[in-house]
C-alpha cells in the first residue's frame, strides 16, 4: 500500500499555511469568467446558432412564423363565436374555457347559450331582465346609450375576439354562398356560409401540428433504423432493405382509404397512418452515413476503448450524419403538408367539418366564380411552405461546417 503526503500538511503532520492565491498585476483590470449555467449552449451549439442568426432569410423567415404559428395557438382568442369574457351581475365568466346554460344569464334554456343572439346579449347587458324577450334590441340600444332601465336592472358587459366566428360557424349574413369579402367578413365566406378568416387560422395551426409530429416521429424511426442498418450491415442491413422495398411499395393511398372506411376519418388515425408510410424517407441517406463513418479512425478507437454500440452510434456518428440529414427535412416537411392537403383536397382527409386548407383549396375549385377563396388558399399555402423551406435550409447550413456567413 503506496502512501503519497497530504500536501497541505508537512513531513510531522502540522498543518500548512496555504499558498496565496496569484494577484494580478498592477493596472491590469480582472474580467470575472461567467459559469456555464446548466443549460448553456456548447461552443459548437454556439456557432451553430451564429451562423444561423447571420442566414438573414432564414432567421427572419422563423422570426415571421413563430409569430404566425403563436398567433394560431391562441386561436379560441382571435376567432370565435363566444365572447372571451363575459360581465353578468358583478361576475366576470369566461366562455371559451367553461359551459354556461342560458339559465345562468336569466335565460330558459337548460342548453348552452348561444352569445350572438340578441336575446342572451341583452339578458347579459341588462342583468337578466324579462323585457328582453320582447323587446332585445331596444333595451340594447338603451343600454348602450347609457340609459338606466327600471326593475332590477345590473348593467353588463361583454368581450369579443376580433373575429365573432369559430370555424364552424354559419354567417348570419343575406346573400348565396359562397359570399365575397366585407368589414364583416374579412376574407368572405365559404360555400356553406363559414367565415374564411377563421378557418385560415384554425387550419394553419391545424396543417403545421400535423406536420411537427408527423416530422418528428417519421425522422426518428428513419433515424434509428437508418443508423443500425448502416452501422451493423450484414443479414440485419439485407432484411431491413428487403423489408423497406414491400412496404414502399404499398399504395399507401389504398390503405388509407380502407381504414377510414372501417374506422371513420379522424385526426389521430391518419398521424399514425402517415408516420407509417413516411419514415422510409430518411432511411437511405442516414445508412450511407453510417456505412461511411463506421470504418473511420475514431469509431475503431471508441470501439477499442469498450464504448457500447448505442454510446458509438448516437453520441458520435449521429452528430457527423446530421448535415445530410437535415438536408433531407426540408422535403419531409413540405411532402406532409401536401400530403395532409391532398388527401382533403380528394375528400379522404380530415373529416369535412374540419378546418383543413385543402378542402378550403376543392372549394376553390369547384366555385371558379368566387376567386377569393383560390387567392386565399394560394397565399396560405405559398407562404407557409417557403418560411419552412427558407427555416429548415438554415438550419442544414448551420450545422454544415464547411459554410460560414458574414
Same mark, same amino acid.
Given at each position: 500500500m ?69 398567433l ?5 382568442f ?14 366576470y ?52 346609450? !347609457?340609459?338606466? %332601465? +327600471?326593475?332590477? $336592472? /345590473?348593467?353588463?358587459?361583454? *368581450? @369579443?375576439?376580433?373575429? =365573432? ?30 367565415d ?6 384554425y ?29 451493423? !450491415?450484414?443479414? %440485419? +442491413?439485407?432484411? $431491413? /432493405?428487403?423489408?423497406?422495398? *414491400? @412496404?414502399?411499395?404499398? =399504395? ?16 389521430w ?33 471508441a ?17 457527423n ?69 427558407f ?5 442544414r ?10
Amino acid at each position: 500500500m503506496s502512501y503519497e503526503p497530504d500536501p497541505a500538511r508537512s513531513d510531522d503532520g502540522r498543518e500548512m499555511p496555504a499558498a496565496p492565491r496569484p494577484q494580478p498585476e498592477p493596472g491590469v483590470a480582472v474580467v470575472p469568467q461567467p459559469k456555464p449555467g446548466r443549460f448553456a449552449l456548447s461552443p459548437l451549439n454556439q456557432r451553430r446558432w451564429r451562423n444561423f442568426r447571420r442566414n438573414g432569410r432564414a432567421y427572419w423567415s422563423l422570426v415571421i412564423f413563430t409569430v404566425l404559428f403563436t398567433l394560431s395557438l391562441f386561436a379560441e382568442f382571435i376567432a370565435n363565436d363566444k365572447p372571451i369574457l363575459v360581465n353578468y351581475r358583478g361576475e366576470y365568466r369566461m366562455p371559451i374555457f367553461s359551459f354556461y346554460p342560458e339559465t345562468a344569464f336569466g335565460g330558459d334554456f337548460r342548453t348552452e347559450a348561444v352569445y350572438r343572439d340578441p336575446e342572451v346579449q341583452c339578458l347579459v347587458k341588462t342583468g337578466g331582465l324579462e323585457e328582453c324577450f320582447d323587446d332585445p334590441e331596444g333595451l340594447i340600444e338603451a343600454v348602450d346609450a !347609457g340609459e338606466e %332601465l +327600471d326593475g332590477d $336592472f /345590473q348593467k353588463g358587459w361583454m *368581450i @369579443w375576439p376580433p373575429i =365573432p366566428y369559430s370555424f364552424n360557424t354559419p354567417v348570419d349574413r343575406p346573400g348565396a354562398a359562397p359570399l365575397p369579402p366585407n368589414g364583416q367578413n374579412w376574407l368572405g365566406t365559404d360555400d356553406t356560409k363559414r367565415d374564411v378568416a377563421a378557418r385560415v387560422l384554425y387550419g394553419f395551426r391545424l396543417s403545421i401540428l400535423f406536420t411537427l409530429i408527423v416530422t418528428v416521429c417519421a425522422s426518428l424511426i428513419g433515424i434509428v433504423a437508418g443508423a443500425l442498418q448502416g452501422y451493423f !450491415g450484414g443479414w %440485419l +442491413d439485407l432484411i $431491413f /432493405q428487403r423489408v423497406i422495398e *414491400i @412496404w414502399s411499395a404499398t =399504395p399507401s393511398l389504398y390503405v388509407i382509404i380502407i381504414l377510414f372506411a372501417i374506422l371513420g376519418r379522424s385526426f389521430w388515425l391518419l398521424v399514425f397512418l402517415t408516420v407509417a408510410f413516411g419514415w422510409t424517407a430518411l432511411v437511405g441517406v442516414v445508412r450511407a452515413e453510417f456505412l461511411r463513418a463506421r470504418n473511420l479512425e475514431y469509431v475503431r478507437a471508441a470501439k477499442a476503448l469498450g464504448v457500447s454500440n448505442v454510446t458509438i452510434m448516437f453520441r458520435h456518428m449521429l452528430p457527423n450524419a446530421m448535415v445530410a440529414t437535415l438536408t433531407m427535412l426540408p422535403f419531409i416537411v413540405t411532402g406532409t403538408i401536401s400530403t395532409l392537403a391532398g388527401l382533403d383536397f380528394l375528400g379522404f382527409g380530415l373529416p369535412s367539418s374540419a378546418p383543413s386548407l385543402g378542402e378550403l383549396t376543392l372549394q376553390a375549385k369547384q366555385n371558379l366564380q368566387a376567386p377569393w377563396l383560390a387567392f386565399t388558399a394560394f397565399t396560405v399555402f405559398a407562404l407557409m411552405l417557403s418560411l419552412l423551406v427558407f427555416i429548415f435550409e438554415g438550419v442544414r447550413d448551420a450545422f454544415d461546417p464547411r459554410k460560414t456567413f458574414s
